[in-house]
């Protein structure tokens, strides 16, 4: 049986029943998709649920517990060893959906990452995710895509691909279409076939896909890429060191409570019950798990907001940005590029309509322009050939298939009722890619008279030089230097009016002219100009005004001409009276030095390269700026891994340049990454409310044990107490402050230094001042109460109970400020509303339902108690509340 590679184009059409011109219908994608499954990789074996589960009672202090317990049940305390019993399970289930929902959210995490293809389904190209492709499939790559599938290539423009995760060979592979007729090829030598997971490294093609998932050639291999282990963020690995010194800690705190308590004559058994409950409350063995929950959170909410994380550490380091390097097209504008003004036969014409809409008008003066003014057909013609992109409709509205230029010369043709499309009277032969290196692309044509031309189109700084000759309304004429004088006086008119420019050019060949860029062109004949604006979106004004109120600088980075860039810049409020512009070509004289003694005062960068980018962001580094870099095309890669935050477009952006990225902008918008920021900025700030919730609490519950042992009194709580107020106020309410809104001057502060500790800005201090308050109170309400009655240790330790809880869940609503408690509304965050109330009822179930009294050691409480104990429990919030600190 013959392999794909050894089938020309129409056998394998055939085989796989599909037609180049149609693509698979909905029925057929449907049935094949029940039939080969998603085209994805299988990946390593997860642990099952129960494994997870039991996963929760592996810590030391939990397993000593349930020794304890054990132990308990053995003497004959069965109702105190069944109560330890149940809280620690609850605790464990509590945990386990915890790292069940972070799962959850970093699987949804990758589908959204997922990249996409381009394909061609019932007669209409359509962008899906590449999971959705089937065998049958009509995609199309360009330059910078990864090959969502295994392929047979039936269209090659300059086609080359970099296949070494397969073959080891990084040299890049040159692409045909045709046949292959030889036996036992290896993948390397099939060079009519497109691989899964390689690399378009240059040009672009069209392919049938003869192989999914595991049946491709990556399939084969994909044992040695399933079992990806999780990297754990900068943040959780400090938290993990933190947590490690904290349980050293709580051990020795609790060793020496434990050891005061035996020296004044308590029991053993209950001290070192007491004790071990002590430290399984005190240890935050949870805070790296509810540290990846709340990432994970955020990343959702983010997600929400157009932005996708990649990496998790990006959540970390948005927070700490201090420079946005941003593209100026499609990010800072709207991406749909309008044809303006024409500048052809020396004179300006104006173009009337907005966006795609197909209508409008070419106007000279005031005079209205047909199509049978001199060479506006050609022009327009021309434009319309030199071209990838499809003009589409959809529910009545036009829509650009491919890149937005394109699409604007496609429109612009459109508007005088010109369609190439339409007819066979143009076959393109040959076409020459635009890359970013050479700012120009071209096609070779030939019409229906088996004439051939080169068509040319790009920057016009690139182009002109080229040309020999121009067009006029009375024929080809020399060019010579007073014409390129006036045709650069129209580029810089235009580019006043933040106008971008394209030139177009013809050259006629002869059929023996080889076909190689290099001989092609050359000698051409300048036609005209296209001035076109993509106009700035609404929302990126207010975007860098909030972005330079947080201390982010905007830098603006564009291939357009200075003008245009400066323009635009100035109508974003962007560009500061003494700010710099610097192009390309100055650049290119600077040393990194250089760059770096002016980088501070520069905000427009113009006419770059994506090689420039890389300087531009090694130079904000070494003045010690935290740099999130923007690209799309595959060029802009290196710039954006050497950056702190690399951000790629989600629409226009390449799969490479996705996967060099931590944060992909599903709208492409720079108002985007401004809300990115601020939700990064926000994560941080509420991992930071829950590290001062969980430890100011663990500090309380330490104190006033260890002060009652060194006054010498009885134990102001019992274990199945100590372990309850673990439960009822760890669990629920930090939770519920790691979905906190951000506060209102979250984005009128400086970027965070990324070198500051967890407990800076004053958080040291607040744990230790509120956690002392707490033991405090706590101890307080106990004295009181056994004091007044000395035979009732019970009522006496309810009061410390419910004191210590309810200073627990008072000081939640604290930890929601940096400054005061008063300064926020607390029915902001309903969450935690309800994360209290029903840590409330909880507390009131074991104090007030006579079968959970004596297994809690509880009594009921009256309105006088109750009085006492939330007067006492009020003082921590209240006090520091006032002080503002």
Not at 178 to 195: H, K, P, S, Y
């Amino acid at each position: 049986m013959k392999k794909w590679y050894q089938l020309d184009v129409e056998q394998v059409e055939q085989k796989l029943q599909v037609t180049s011109n149609r693509g698979l219908s909905p029925k057929q994608v449907e049935e094949r998709q029940k039939k080969f499954g998603y085209n994805t990789l299988e990946t390593g074996k997860q642990a099952s649920k129960w494994i997870l589960f039991i996963k929760q009672f592996q810590d030391f202090m939990v397993l000593v517990l349930l020794a304890a317990t054990l132990i308990a049940g053995m003497l004959g305390e069965f109702v105190d060893a069944i109560a330890i019993m149940v809280i620690v399970l609850v605790n464990g289930f509590i945990g386990y959906f915890q790292e069940q929902k972070a799962e959850k959210s970093l699987e949804k995490l990758k589908e959204l990452s997922a990249p996409m293809a381009n394909v061609f389904r019932d007669k209409r190209w359509e962008k899906i995710s590449s999971r959705e492709l089937v065998v049958g499939d009509i995609v199309k790559v360009n330059s910078g895509d990864r090959i969502p599938a295994d392929i047979r290539i039936v269209k090659s423009n300059s086609l080359e691909t970099e296949e070494s995760a397969l073959t080891g060979e990084s040299l890049p592979v040159m692409k045909h279409a045709t046949a292959i007729m030889r036996d036992d090829l290896d993948a390397g030598d099939q060079v009519n076939m497109g691989f899964m997971g390689t690399l378009v490294t240059r040009g672009s093609g069209i392919g049938i896909v003869v192989g999914t998932g595991m049946n491709t050639v990556m399939g084969q291999i994909a044992s040695l890429m399933s079992s990806t282990k999780k990297v754990p963020t900068p943040l959780e690995r400090k938290l993990a060191e933190l947590g490690k010194i904290l349980i050293v800690v709580a051990i020795l705190l609790t060793i020496l409570v434990v050891g005061l308590g035996i020296i004044q004559g308590h029991p053993v058994y209950n001290m070192f019950l007491a004790g071990v409950s002590l430290a399984v409350a005190a240890i935050p063995e949870g805070l790296p798990a509810i540290v990846t929950v709340a990432l994970s959170l955020g990343v959702q909410r983010m997600i929400r907001k157009k932005a996708i994380v990649r990496k998790l550490s990006a959540v970390e380091t948005l927070g700490c940005a201090s420079v946005i390097c941003s593209d100026k097209t499609g990010t800072m504008t709207e991406n749909q590029m309008t044809v303006k003004e024409i500048y052809l036969n020396g004179e300006n014409i104006v173009v009337t309509g907005d966006g795609y809409d197909i209508e409008g008008q070419f106007l000279l003066g005031k005079k209205k322009l047909k199509v049978d003014y001199p060479n506006l057909e050609t022009m327009l013609l021309y434009g319309q050939l030199c071209n990838n992109a499809e003009l589409q409709v959809k529910k009545g509205k036009y829509f650009v298939n491919g890149d937005p230029t394109d699409g604007a010369l496609v429109v612009a043709a459109r508007k005088v009722g010109l369609n190439h499309l339409s007819g066979d009277n143009y076959k393109i032969i040959k076409e020459i890619p635009f890359d970013s290196d050479r700012k120009r692309m071209s096609v070779v044509v030939e019409d229906q008279n088996d004439r051939r031309f080169l068509i040319t189109k790009g920057a016009p700084d690139v182009l002109l030089p080229r040309c020999t000759y121009f067009l006029e309304d009375d024929g080809r004429k020399l060019l010579k230097e007073r014409n390129k004088e006036h045709i650069e006086q129209a580029i810089d008119r235009m580019a006043e009016k933040a106008l971008r420019t394209i030139a177009i050019s013809v050259r006629p060949l002869s059929k023996d002219v080889p076909l190689e860029s290099a001989f092609l062109e050359k000698d051409l004949t300048f036609i005209g100009l296209y001035g076109m604006i993509d106009p700035p979106r609404k929302e990126v004004k207010s975007a860098i005004a909030e972005c330079r109120q947080a201390g982010i600088k905007t830098v603006m980075i564009t291939g357009d001409h200075v003008k245009t860039a400066r323009a635009i810049a100035k109508q974003l409020n962007l560009l500061p009276e003494d700010g710099l512009v610097l192009e390309g070509s100055q650049l290119n004289q600077m040393t990194t030095d250089e760059l770096e003694e002016i980088i501070e005062d520069t905000y427009v960068f113009a006419r770059v390269t994506p090689e420039h980018k890389l300087k531009i962001v090694k130079a904000f580094q070494k003045k010690g700026h935290v740099v999130a870099m923007t690209g799309d095309g595959v060029n802009d890669a290196p710039a954006i891994k050497a950056s702190d935050i690399g951000i790629s477009m989600g629409i226009s952006g390449t799969d490479v340049t996705k996967e060099a990225s931590s944060l992909v902008l599903m709208d492409d918008n720079f108002a985007t990454i401004k809300a990115a920021i601020q939700e990064g900025r926000n994560i941080y700030e509420n991992i930071r409310k829950f590290i001062r919730y969980l430890l100011a609490s663990n500090v309380g519950e330490i104190l006033v044990m260890l002060f009652a042992m060194l006054l010498g009194m009885p134990l102001p709580l019992v274990p199945v107490q100590i372990l309850w107020v673990n439960l009822v106020t760890d669990g629920l309410p930090a939770m519920a402050l790691g979905l906190d809104k951000p506060e209102d001057d979250v984005m009128k502060r400086a970027p965070r230094s990324p070198n500051e500790g967890v407990f800076a800005r004053g958080l040291g201090f607040k744990i230790i001042s509120r956690g002392i308050l707490i033991g405090l109170v706590t101890l307080i309400g106990f004295i009181v109460a056994y004091q007044n009655t000395p035979e009732n240790l019970v009522y006496g330790q309810t009061i410390a109970f419910t004191t210590l809880v309810m200073a627990q869940l008072i000081h939640v609503f604290d930890c929601r400020s940096d400054n005061s408690v008063f300064d926020r509304n607390p029915f902001e965050n309903i969450y935690l509303i309800f994360a209290v109330l029903s840590s409330v009822l909880l507390l009131l179930v074991v104090i007030y339902w006579p079968p959970l009294q004596p297994i809690f050691h509880t009594v009921g409480l009256d309105l006088r108690d109750w009085m006492l104990v939330l007067g006492l429990a009020a003082i921590p919030t209240v006090l520091f509340g006032f002080t503002r600190k």
